[in-house]
T-cell receptor, first 115, second 116 residues
Framework: EPEVTQTPSHQVTQMGQEVILRCVPI?????FYWYRQILGQKVEFLVS????????KSEIFDDQFSVERPDGSNFTLKIRSTKLEDSAMYFC?????????????FGPGTRLTVL | AQTVTQSQPEMSVQEAETVTLSCTYD???????LFWYKQPPSRQMILVIR??????QNATENRFSVNFQKAAKSFSLKISDSQLGDAAMYFC?????????????FGQGTELSVKP
């Protein structure tokens, strides 16, 4: 069964450093998402992406964040200058169709630890 | 703005018994989708069940079923014949039909433990 994959599974970085989290969505999916979950809290939407453009972003997704689909398979989330409060689990998701027309399938997540 | 509330931080069930997890939501939209996701200790988010608001019939997936009460804005998950592998955090989520960004709005989660 096709699945979303994410690398790395765990990333440790120093405050102020740039990190890139990588995702490979399900191959025929066209809509991509990033969510984050701070330990012990609920999952929060960051951004949705379609046709090489951001469809929607949350208040969390400020200028420190960016997303990119550099090739036909990868979808990345970059945090330019990490802060302690960026420590969280980051989930990538993809869906075949737009918005609520289709179910989002999640990857296993990347645990980001900012020291 | 839409909100999702899960009022039970923790629930416990005996193996083979039935348990119901509660979820309420607030929205002014008439069409939307509701989901239950399971998050085991591995922290992967796994879709359990999905309900379209325009469908009156409650969704079912094997041992999992929902009680969708649109007027009450309630969406509970019933797990029958509970198994040890059902132990996980369960999240209720809302998605607006008219929101083409596809954002899922999650509740706070309910930690389910299953006793052998």
């Amino acid at each position: 069964e096709p699945e979303v994959t994410q690398t790395p599974s765990h990333q440790v970085t120093q405050m102020g450093q740039e990190v890139i989290l990588r995702c490979v969505p399900i191959s025929n999916h066209l809509y991509f998402y990033w969510y984050r979950q701070i330990l012990g809290q609920k999952v929060e939407f960051l951004v949705s992406f379609y046709n090489n453009e951001i469809s929607e972003k949350s208040e969390i997704f400020d200028d420190q964040f960016s997303v990119e689909r550099p090739d036909g398979s990868n979808f990345t989330l970059k945090i330019r200058s990490t802060k302690l409060e960026d420590s969280a689990m980051y989930f990538c998701a993809s869906s075949a169709l737009a918005g609520a027309s289709d179910t989002q399938y999640f990857g296993p997540g990347t645990r980001l630890t900012v020291l | 703005a839409q909100t999702v509330t899960q009022s039970q931080p923790e629930m416990s069930v005996q193996e083979a018994e039935t348990v119901t997890l509660s979820c309420t939501y607030d929205t002014s939209e008439s069409d939307y989708y509701l989901f239950w996701y399971k998050q085991p200790p591995s922290r992967q988010m796994i879709l359990v069940i999905r309900q379209e608001a325009y469908k009156q019939q409650n969704a079912t997936e094997n041992r999992f079923s929902v009680n969708f009460q649109k007027a009450a804005k309630s969406f509970s998950l019933k797990i029958s014949d509970s198994q040890l592998g059902d132990a996980a955090m369960y999240f209720c989520a809302y998605q607006g039909t008219y929101n083409q960004g596809g954002k899922l709005i999650f509740g706070q989660g309910t930690e389910l433990s299953v006793k052998p």
